[in-house]
């Protein structure tokens, strides 16, 4: 059974950094898309940053030039590294995954995402 888990949330104040891990257990084949989703406060899960098997990647303009996501292929890992942290990213941030081709890796919607983590709280303070 397939599980993906996060790790690297907390708390810090704006203009901090945090590096967000996900790991992927019960495969060995590596995943055709990854990707980092958030949900704030009263608000509806958005994608941050996907990024797929060939290393292409993408990311919301809301954190472009401050948020990197990467993976390690040997372990099926991802990452995001968030810098320049501001108020407005406080939420729980979500881990995803598929290993399904049929919805591309080209779109922050979830919808083709299959495997979710739990998600790991991230809050910014002014």
């Known amino acids: 059974q397939v599980q993906l888990v996060e790790s690297g949330g907390g708390s810090v104040q704006a203009g901090g950094s945090l590096r967000l891990s996900c790991a992927v257990s019960?495969?060995?084949?590596?995943?055709?898309?990854m990707g980092w989703f958030r949900q704030g406060p009263g608000k509806g899960r958005e994608g941050v940053a996907i990024?797929?098997?060939?290393?292409?990647?993408r990311s919301a303009d809301s954190v472009k030039g401050r948020f990197t996501i990467s993976q390690y292929n040997a372990k099926n890992s991802l990452y995001l590294e968030m810098n320049s942290l501001k108020p407005e990213d406080t939420a729980m941030y979500y881990c995803?995954?598929?290993?399904?081709?049929?919805?591309?890796?080209?779109?922050?919607?979830?919808?083709?995402?299959?495997?979710w983590g739990q998600g790991t709280q991230v809050t910014v303070s002014s």
């Open positions: 019960g495969t060995t084949y590596r995943s055709y898309c």
């Open positions: 995803a995954a598929t290993w399904s081709i049929v919805g591309g890796c080209s779109s922050l919607a979830p919808g083709p995402f299959d495997y």
């Open positions: 990024i797929g098997r060939d290393g292409t990647a």
